[in-house]
């Protein structure tokens, strides 16, 4: 489904040049729950952006279910990313001024799906998510479990074939972030790619495979059993 | 999607009340004042618009041209309108009408009024579109004493009667008059205004002279047949007097009736293309100038924001929506707010709109039936979303998602520069406005306060009414009994009247073919004593020069004229006349007619009372005014009991002739405030997030010692640099601006420089006040708040 080659990614500033990513090659398949882990600063995020089509790498090639998307256009990336890709962040970044529902709905809104349609969609996914009778509530009337609940309600109500997610538990407490990773191996199960990055090693062990990183290069993948 | 955009919007103005409200309410105030001023703006573009002739309307105007200007007027020869009627084939129609106003006593019973009005001749009915409620055209003159009166004469004169056509009404108390019209009443933003017309034949047969070719004395109307070219008829009138009186220096020319309100601005003989399209066009230029410090609130408060608003854009940007869709999204934000305004302004309008119409003594109206107002309102609202949305919109929706979800710190620095200058483009509009208030102030008061030559306190000024001349002496010395009165005098014009004047007047040595244009004046002895004009060589005027006639009083600039040394004892005549005047008297020059220009010399000639037209008295300045009044008006219902009372002081005439003057200057005052309060409002929404965006800063310069001083002080310099920057460019263009508006008039005064560092101080300090209350505020926090919350 993925397969980078050669990838680069430099940052500049006045004075100096940082590589954050350097001549980076990973292949993920369909269907596959991959973990990336590494110190602060390897190109975990780096990574992570790139392949959710918000940033283009510098150097290298990167092909998304068959297509070479590294050098797409903005507005080509947007209409890649809003029908193929689900985000799941650290600090959920749920929209104060909508409800629960509102906020679920949006990639909805964003890929054209009729208002009728749109209804059902939250509703399925808000009832499979079990945060259903939250729905009229705004993001700050929730616990950081809930609201990372609805923030993967909103990565997945569109159906994404990838799901990306930049340290998912991160803000959460140990058993919130367990019944997180436990909805994440569900919709792998049912057959949607995750990309994770961590920086825990537990969460990892949900996963099929761990890339850790080193400045900016695969260092170690481990096969998990 | 548009509702998902309003109801962000929605929800993050409750959510920031106090962001919101200066964010409504600055474009409310704009959209107000705008509406204000486009409303006084369309009453003074649809002046005569009633007229459905108005393309083919014209008034008959003169140039008369003499030595050092060509003089611009309206009045004209009798017998000038049957006769192009007849000979010119372009000429549909005409009316002549009495010039000016005629006040007329009317008496029904026991009650008695008095009104203006007009002689007219039948055509004007033709003419000018004046919808009869009662009666018709074509009867309305029929009869020699008939009277065609408005709707609220009608009330005036019959209170609640109705069927007036056949009604009589007596006239000066002398003839009765029956009415034989009643017409709709006419528009306030009409040029011809009248309470009343009657038969022109009753004036032209009261006054002979009218039928001379020689004699300036009524307003011609004439009516252009359809497709005519008015300069066809142009060519045909220039020298049309010269056939009848071969030395006239009289030009005739056609004025169209699409320029009377607004265009009326005549030099050497031809239309400047100004007027009063000048006040139209510099409150236009104003009410957009308010509208877009209105918008730059905004935009500033809206970019120095963003930051709250980053995310939001990042995580719709990760869902998939595109620059466009998030343009889109802010300026329709902008527009929702905007329309939000607009419901505000309309309710600022409906509550200002009594006391602006006082202010520019119009009854304008809010018209929602008008969708031209409607339209309007709408244009203005969208514009005003439209600007204020620009920018930010542009500079929101390029924010990039992995920064702003990241949480790092946007790199503010283009759009801080963008809202620099915006705000000194704010404030230097503002200062501009407050200088250029203060010169016109100023220059109101420079001639309000001008040497007159006359002394026009507590002077009081009737209209002459039924027997007052013929008894003059008695009633004199009446009011002089009385102790509230110093002096009585009568005048065959008022003292402020310019015209009656000719250009006929030679004298030994005078430059063969020069002419030169002379006011003259007939006056009884008391006028110069009365109204304070100084003789300053020879005698004043005595009853006896009445009967000769032959005795002149001239002022200064005439004796100059004349020749070197004394003019007393020297000789005026009329060219091609043989009676002489000798000059028995010389006073002071004193300014009548126009209030800024030099004044034309003056001949005075000794009145018999019985054709005054005005009478002046000086009041008793030792007694109070009301005690005043009561004794003249007790004196004058014994004397003169026919007649109502009605009086007018001459420092009230002599305001009135400033009227457009204190209109631009009262605005302007108006205006400039306005302009400072929004400017400062949004100052102070962004001295509040700069405070907000230091905060952590602030902080830190505490717990290493800094004062609550020091810190303010900080955070209001970059503040104060920006207003010091506007100042520097607000000057020059004030000063250049203020020169040219100066230049317009002959008397002004010279522009000083305290006037721009009062101006520039003024904002300083304003602006100060405004940013130290948010500075202040943040310099007392507590620092261990501050860094902690970081």
Known sequence: MIKITDLEKFYRTEEVETIALNKLSIEVKKGEFVAIMGPSGCGKSTLLNILGMLDDPDEGSYVFNGVEVAHFTERKRADLRKHNIGFVFQSFNLIDELTVFENVELPLIYTGVPSAERVKRVEEVLDKMQIMHRRNHYPQQLSGGQQQRVAISRAVVNKPKLILADEPTGNLDSSNGNEVMELLTDLNEQGTTIIMVTHSEHDARYSHRIIRLLDGQTVVENIMI | ?790
Not at chain 2, 518 to 541: C, D, H, Q, W, Y
Not at chain 2, 731 to 751: C, G, N
Request: glycine share 8%; hydrophobic share 45%.
């Open chain 2, 1 to 790: 999607m548009i509702k998902n955009f309003i109801k962000t919007a929605l929800r993050s103005l409750q959510k920031n009340k106090a962001y919101s409200s200066l964010n409504i309410f600055g474009p409310a105030i704009g959209i107000a004042i705008a509406s204000l001023i486009f409303l006084w703006v369309e009453d003074e573009v649809n002046y005569d618009a009633n007229n459905v002739k108005k393309d083919r309307l014209y008034i008959v105007r003169e140039n008369q041209k003499y030595d050092t200007y060509v003089f611009t007027h309206s009045s004209t020869p009798g017998p000038l309108g049957p006769e192009i009627k007849d000979q010119l084939p372009g000429i549909a129609n005409i009316c002549r009408t009495s010039e000016g106003e005629t006040s007329l006593l009317f008496a029904r019973g026991d009650r008695s009024f008095f009104a203006s009005g007009k002689y007219a001749e039948s055509s004007i009915f033709s003419l000018f579109t004046l919808p009869f409620v009662q009666g018709n055209a074509s009867s309305a003159f029929s009869q020699l004493h008939s009277i065609v009166i408005t709707e609220k004469t009608a009330e005036k004169f019959f209170g609640t009667e109705t069927n007036l056509i056949g009604k009589t009404i007596r006239v000066d108390n002398k003839q009765d008059y029956v009415v034989s019209g009643v017409l709709k009443d006419l528009p306030t933003n009409s040029s011809l205004q009248f309470e009343w017309l009657m038969p022109f034949k009753i004036y032209f047969d009261q006054n002979s002279y009218l039928k001379q070719w020689g004699a300036n004395s009524l307003s011609t109307y004439v009516e252009l047949k359809p497709g005519i070219n008015p300069e066809t008829v142009n060519k045909q009138l220039y020298s049309y007097v010269q056939k009848h009186e071969p030395k006239a220096i009289s030009h005739l020319f056609l004025f169209s009736m699409n320029d009377w309100r607004l265009y009326d601005s005549f030099k050497d003989g031809k239309k400047t293309g100004g007027g009063r399209i000048e006040y139209v066009n510099l409150f236009t230029i104003i009410a957009w100038i308010i509208l877009f410090i209105a918008c730059i609130n905004f935009m500033n408060l809206a970019t120095a924001r963003s930051e709250k608003r980053a995310r939001e854009v990042g995580v719709r940007k990760v869902l998939g929506a595109g620059k466009g869709s998030l343009i889109t999204q802010f300026i329709g934000e902008a527009i929702f707010m905007s329309l939000i305004a607009a419901v505000i302004a309309v309710l600022i309008v409906l509550i200002a709109l009594p006391s602006f119409n006082t202010m520019v003594q119009k009854q304008l109206v809010i018209g929602f039936a008008n969708p031209y107002h409607l339209l309007i309102l709408l244009a203005l609202t969208l514009f005003c979303g439209a600007i204020a949305g620009s920018y930010p919109s542009l500079y929101l929706s390029s924010f990039n998602p992995v920064s702003v979800l990241k949480g790092l710190k946007l790199k503010d620095s283009g759009a801080a520069i963008v809202r620099k200058g915006l705000v000194v483009l704010q404030f230097t509009a503002s200062i501009v406005l407050i200088i250029s208030t203060i010169i016109v102030y100023q220059q109101i008061q420079h001639v309000k306060s001008r040497q007159l030559g006359i002394n026009k306190d507590n002077v009081v000024g009737m209209d002459v009414q039924g027997t007052m001349g013929e008894n003059f002496n008695p009633i004199k010395q009446d009011l002089l009994n009385t102790g509230d009165v110093e002096n009585v005098a009568l005048a065959d014009h008022g003292i402020i009247y310019g015209g009656n004047n000719g250009d006929g007047m030679t004298w030994p040595g005078k430059t063969p073919g020069s002419k030169v244009l002379v006011s003259n004046r007939a006056v009884t002895p008391e006028f110069m004593a009365t109204l304070g004009l100084k003789i300053l060589e020879g005698r004043n005027l005595t009853v006896a020069d009445t009967v000769r006639s032959a005795h002149t009083v001239i002022t200064q600039s005439l004796e100059k004229l004349m020749g070197n040394g004394s003019a007393i004892g020297k000789v005026l005549r009329y060219e091609g006349d043989t009676s002489t005047y000798t000059v028995v008297g010389v006073v002071n020059d004193y300014v009548y007619g126009n209030m800024y220009g030099k004044p034309d010399p003056v001949m005075f000639f000794s009145l018999a009372p019985k054709y005054a037209q005005v009478m002046y008295m000086r009041l008793n300045n030792q007694k109070g005014v009301e005690q005043a009044l009561a004794g003249i008006q007790k004196v004058m219902k014994k004397d003169n009991p026919a007649y109502p009372f009605d009086y007018v002081f001459l420092d009230d005439q002599f305001n009135q002739m400033f009227q457009s003057e204190m209109l631009v200057s009262k605005l302007s005052r108006v205006f400039a405030s306005l302009a400072i309060i929004i400017s400062c409002m949004g100052l102070f929404g962004l001295a509040a997030y700069t405070a907000e965006r230091r905060t952590k800063e602030i902080g830190i310069r505490k717990v290493l010692g800094a004062s609550v001083a020091g810190v303010a002080g900080l955070l209001s310099k970059d503040f104060l640099i920006l207003v010091i920057i506007s100042s520097a460019i607000a000057f020059p263009v004030a000063y250049w601006k203020m020169s040219l508006w100066l230049k317009t008039y002959q008397y002004h005064i010279d522009i000083q420089w305290w006037v721009f560092i009062a101006a520039g101080l003024t904002a300083i300090i304003i602006a100060l006040v405004t940013i130290s209350f948010q500075a202040v505020k943040a310099a007392l926090a507590n620092p261990v708040k501050s860094l902690r919350s970081e």
